[in-house]
């Protein structure tokens, strides 16, 4: 509610005043939209605690974001620097959509997940980084199986297992020597 006139000062170059409404909002909501950001008609904050949306967003009509979704960038780019959403997308809780880049209509973005690029029309995208799973509701088959998440090597376990391994064959080695010389 607070978005609109802030974004309305923010577009007459009345940036302190902006700025100050869109704190005053972050005060109240733990919502954190720059003013930026470009936000379309019926956009949904459901729970919406630790929700920031930059300063080059843009977001469609009828979108839904949960809680801990950050709409951010890398540092890495100048200008347009924020996702665009487009109408219908939905961000699950604690997703993060980083970079200049478009995530299509009818979308969906899994809790948690890192998107890194663009995200498809009517697609779920899921991980960390996230991959894209479904388009248009038919899965999509990853032949490396990088979506594995129940099957996941740890490299502290390998690490050790190696160094045990590395550790049991200098001590054959040792014991098969000859010190006597």
Known sequence: MLHRPAHWLYNHKLYFLARLLSQISRFFTN??????AKIGWGLFIDHGSGVVIGETTTIGNDCTIYQGVTLGGTGKETGKRHPTLC???IIGCGAKVLGPFK???NSKIASGAVVLEEVPENSTAVGVPAKIVRINGKKIYNSNKN????????P????IQELSDRINELESKLNNKDFSK
Do not use: F
């Open 31 to 36: 919502v954190e939209i720059h003013p930026g």
């Open 87 to 89: 109408d219908n997308v």
């Open 103 to 105: 995530v299509g209509s």
């Open 147 to 154: 979506l594995d998440h129940i099957h996941i090597p740890n």
């Open 156 to 159: 502290i376990q390998n690490q």
